[in-house]
């Protein structure tokens, strides 16, 4: 196993096998995020995005909490200096979205899976539900309470969990600022499987290591492809799919399956 370089001891990186291993490092803050952990967070995971051995990328949490959102003590320092808090640009200034780990992560073409270790609030949640799957332990929960400290869910919530679980349920959610356990998650689809504690890490490299046995330029295809999906007809999406497929057909890792098939033996993808 290798270690990928990172800038904050905030965020742990680590690579092996085409896996990228992200741990949000403050377990003694349950992970909150600061300004420097989003900046990190976002060039790390840009630099994955393009990283021809990286195919598939894991966020998890270090300690009890996988991300608690908005450091909530570092606001309460700047209010108490009379600083303001969020956006900072002139009122004529539009603000940029482009090096945020949320524009990232729903840019991101390399799957993401989410091993959710404990709480995930705010931004947390907000994280975790932009990941492709989420593998949560047994004591892990999404916990919906930005209305309760007369905030949004600034980072995407209120677009994506209506399209996971519809309208109504998401606004029962939202509204009521509910802390949902792994078991309603996976109830809700929110969860693609409860394990326990011990079982999360070894069960998200296990599923991580069956994406990166598959062909890296399909995988990522399929993605871009269910992604832009959400907002083509159903003819357009056929008509793109149909050229993308006609692109891989040409590719050697084409040949390479077709080799494999008639060999009967796995396949040795090399993402060309």
């Excluded at 908005?70 to 090096?99: I, M, Y």
């Excluded at 705010?122 to 989420?134: I, S, T």
């Excluded at 809700?188 to 394990?195: E, P, R, T």
Aim: glycine share 8%; proline share 4%.
């Amino acid at each position: 196993m290798t270690s990928a370089p990172s800038q904050s001891s905030d965020i742990l990186v680590e690579q092996s096998n085409f896996i990228l291993t992200i741990t949000l490092n403050r377990p003694e803050r349950l992970n909150a995020i600061s300004g420097d952990m989003l900046n990190d967070l976002a060039s790390t995971l840009k630099a994955a995005n393009s990283n021809p051995d990286v195919r598939v990328i894991i966020i998890t949490g270090a300690g009890k909490g996988f991300c608690s959102g908005l450091d909530l003590k570092d606001t309460q320092k700047k209010l108490a200096a009379g600083e303001g808090v969020g956006l900072t640009r002139k009122a004529t200034q539009l603000f940029n979205l482009d090096q945020s780990p949320i524009t990232a992560l729903w840019e991101m073409d390399k799957p993401v899976i989410a091993a959710i270790n404990g709480a995930a609030a705010g931004f947390g949640m907000d994280m975790a539900l932009l990941a492709d799957m989420r593998i949560m332990s047994e004591n892990a929960k999404l916990a919906a309470t930005m209305v309760k400290r007369n905030v949004v869910p600034e980072s995407g919530g209120t677009w994506l969990l209506p399209r996971l679980i519809g309208w109504g349920k998401a606004a029962e959610i939202f509204y009521r600022g509910l802390n949902l356990g792994a078991q309603e998650c996976a109830q809700l689809n929110l969860a693609n499987a409860v394990v326990p504690a011990d079982k999360l890490m070894e069960t998200a490299v296990n599923w991580a290591q069956e994406i990166a046995a598959n062909g890296p330029l399909a995988v990522q295809t399929t993605k871009r492809m269910m992604r832009l999906g959400m907002d083509q007809t159903f003819e357009g999406t056929v008509d793109h799919l149909l050229m993308h497929f006609t692109a891989l057909t040409k590719t050697d890792d084409f040949k390479e399956a077709l080799l494999a098939f008639n060999e009967k033996r796995a396949p040795n993808f090399k993402g060309s």
